[in-house]
């Protein structure tokens, strides 16, 4: 776990900025003129506010379409402004204490990429065929992604999000990312990997961390489906995985379907962050979840544009759909994360599971959290001494949850 240290304390606000800022999907698209991307800048401190140390932005740089299909990775896309957009927003979040992480898509480019000998022929990612995949073994293509990584982190970034890193050979990264951090030392990289052994991955791609979907998987389905063995199970394997690397954590990203929405019964919301936010990781909360928003992700062309709507001017200013008291419980539950940063490396074990609840332990040294989830509508025995947070009685009501001291 050679990670930079500032990042046991990484909190990120993470946000898809073309659609934060109404740039897509829209026609006519806006020009660099709008300097759209300076819209978010009303919306940092709300990221301060909540607790976040950290903004993750989705892509940035010049493309077709979503942002995922590049055309030139060293241009900020003009339907977000320019250059100088970018370092604004750079400066601004640097004021308020707020790191910056960028979204590097690297293992395919869209139909106008610059350099065509660079691609591998008749080769497009999962089918898409908007999305052109690049040749990995091409000494070109290993020297390209290396110096856009450079570049931004010299303009100020300090973390890179990998997009479909595990569509890309991990020796591809395990030559860029070493370049990379002789430069950049303190830079962090996380990869998307969805499935697969996730611990090989991180030691033969060199990579920080990578985005825990097992994890995300069975906080959800194992509520839904009043099932706390699943989440048992889940948390044993991520406990797993510390032996190799701190997972990125999450209940929300801009892939998926809202966590407010994805589970059935709203009882559950609180649980889902509670897990989320006292086991071990560098946790993100997806712009918009903290206000309780509600979206499906559809799969057919434009059901993404749901889960990545335009957000109003200022978070002063109504937003359809927002609950106040999610975003209390988020700042709730970022607030005991932040004074407890011991959680980003806690090991996690089980210490009770029932059909009716789950009781797990996370500790590091000395330090102790004993979580309860009641997953049922009867009471459960909350375990632990002196409660911290959630319900402060010995027995939890129908839904309660309890973090206390061990």
């Given at each position: 776990m050679g990670e930079p240290d500032w990042v046991r304390h990484a909190i990120w606000w993470h946000g898809y900025p073309l659609g934060m800022t109404g740039a897509y999907p829209a026609d006519p698209a806006p020009g660099p003129h709008e300097h759209r991307l300076l819209r978010l800048l009303p919306w940092l401190d709300h990221a301060v506010r909540l607790g976040a140390s950290g903004i993750a932005l989705g892509p940035v740089f010049a493309s077709t379409s979503h942002g995922y299909d590049t055309t030139d990775h060293f241009r900020v896309d003009p339907r977000l402004g320019d250059d100088q957009d970018f370092d604004t927003l750079?400066?601004?979040?640097r004021q308020r204490g707020l790191r910056v992480l960028l979204d590097g898509v690297f293992n395919h480019v869209g139909p106008g990429f610059g350099h065509p000998g660079w691609l591998r022929p008749g080769h497009t990612f999962e089918g898409h065929e908007g999305l052109l995949t690049l040749d990995h073994a091409n000494p070109e293509v290993r020297d390209h992604v290396t110096a856009v990584l450079a570049h931004w982190l010299d303009r100020g970034a300090d973390a890179w999000r990998l997009d479909a890193a595990y569509a890309t050979p991990p020796d591809f990264w395990a030559d860029v990312l070493p370049r990379v951090r002789a430069r950049h030392p303190g830079a962090w990289f996380v990869a998307e990997v969805i499935h697969g052994d996730y611990a090989d991955f991180t030691t033969k791609s060199t990579v920080d961390s990578v985005t825990q979907y097992e994890l995300w998987k069975a906080v959800w389905s194992s509520l839904n489906d009043g099932n706390p063995h699943e989440l048992a199970w889940a948390l044993t394997r991520h406990d797993g995985f510390l032996d190799t690397f701190v997972p990125a954590t999450f209940v929300g990203n801009h892939d998926v379907t809202r966590i407010a929405a994805k589970l059935t019964d709203p009882h559950h919301l609180p649980?889902?962050?509670?897990?989320?936010?006292?086991?071990?990781?560098?946790?993100?909360v997806y712009a918009g979840d903290e206000l309780g928003l509600h979206a499906v992700k559809e799969d057919r062309h434009g059901g993404d544009d749901a889960i990545r709507p335009e957000f109003p001017a200022t978070p002063e200013d109504p937003f359809p759909g927002s609950?106040?008291?999610?975003?209390?419980?988020h700042q709730d539950l970022i607030g005991l994360r932040r004074r407890h940063p011991w959680l980003h490396t806690a090991r996690t074990r089980i210490t009770e599971t029932t059909h009716e609840h789950l009781t797990y332990e996370s500790t590091s040294g000395d330090n102790a959290l004993v979580?309860?989830?009641?997953y049922g509508p009867g009471t459960v025995r909350a375990a632990g001494t002196e409660a911290v947070a959630g319900e402060p009685a010995d027995h939890l009501g129908p839904f309660g949850w309890r973090i206390a001291r061990r």
């Amino acid at each position: 776990m050679g990670e930079p240290d500032w990042v046991r304390h990484a909190i990120w606000w993470h946000g898809y900025p073309l659609g934060m800022t109404g740039a897509y999907p829209a026609d006519p698209a806006p020009g660099p003129h709008e300097h759209r991307l300076l819209r978010l800048l009303p919306w940092l401190d709300h990221a301060v506010r909540l607790g976040a140390s950290g903004i993750a932005l989705g892509p940035v740089f010049a493309s077709t379409s979503h942002g995922y299909d590049t055309t030139d990775h060293f241009r900020v896309d003009p339907r977000l402004g320019d250059d100088q957009d970018f370092d604004t927003l750079v400066t601004e979040a640097r004021q308020r204490g707020l790191r910056v992480l960028l979204d590097g898509v690297f293992n395919h480019v869209g139909p106008g990429f610059g350099h065509p000998g660079w691609l591998r022929p008749g080769h497009t990612f999962e089918g898409h065929e908007g999305l052109l995949t690049l040749d990995h073994a091409n000494p070109e293509v290993r020297d390209h992604v290396t110096a856009v990584l450079a570049h931004w982190l010299d303009r100020g970034a300090d973390a890179w999000r990998l997009d479909a890193a595990y569509a890309t050979p991990p020796d591809f990264w395990a030559d860029v990312l070493p370049r990379v951090r002789a430069r950049h030392p303190g830079a962090w990289f996380v990869a998307e990997v969805i499935h697969g052994d996730y611990a090989d991955f991180t030691t033969k791609s060199t990579v920080d961390s990578v985005t825990q979907y097992e994890l995300w998987k069975a906080v959800w389905s194992s509520l839904n489906d009043g099932n706390p063995h699943e989440l048992a199970w889940a948390l044993t394997r991520h406990d797993g995985f510390l032996d190799t690397f701190v997972p990125a954590t999450f209940v929300g990203n801009h892939d998926v379907t809202r966590i407010a929405a994805k589970l059935t019964d709203p009882h559950h919301l609180p649980h889902a962050l509670v897990v989320l936010f006292t086991t071990a990781g560098t946790p993100a909360v997806y712009a918009g979840d903290e206000l309780g928003l509600h979206a499906v992700k559809e799969d057919r062309h434009g059901g993404d544009d749901a889960i990545r709507p335009e957000f109003p001017a200022t978070p002063e200013d109504p937003f359809p759909g927002s609950d106040p008291a999610v975003l209390r419980l988020h700042q709730d539950l970022i607030g005991l994360r932040r004074r407890h940063p011991w959680l980003h490396t806690a090991r996690t074990r089980i210490t009770e599971t029932t059909h009716e609840h789950l009781t797990y332990e996370s500790t590091s040294g000395d330090n102790a959290l004993v979580v309860t989830l009641n997953y049922g509508p009867g009471t459960v025995r909350a375990a632990g001494t002196e409660a911290v947070a959630g319900e402060p009685a010995d027995h939890l009501g129908p839904f309660g949850w309890r973090i206390a001291r061990r």
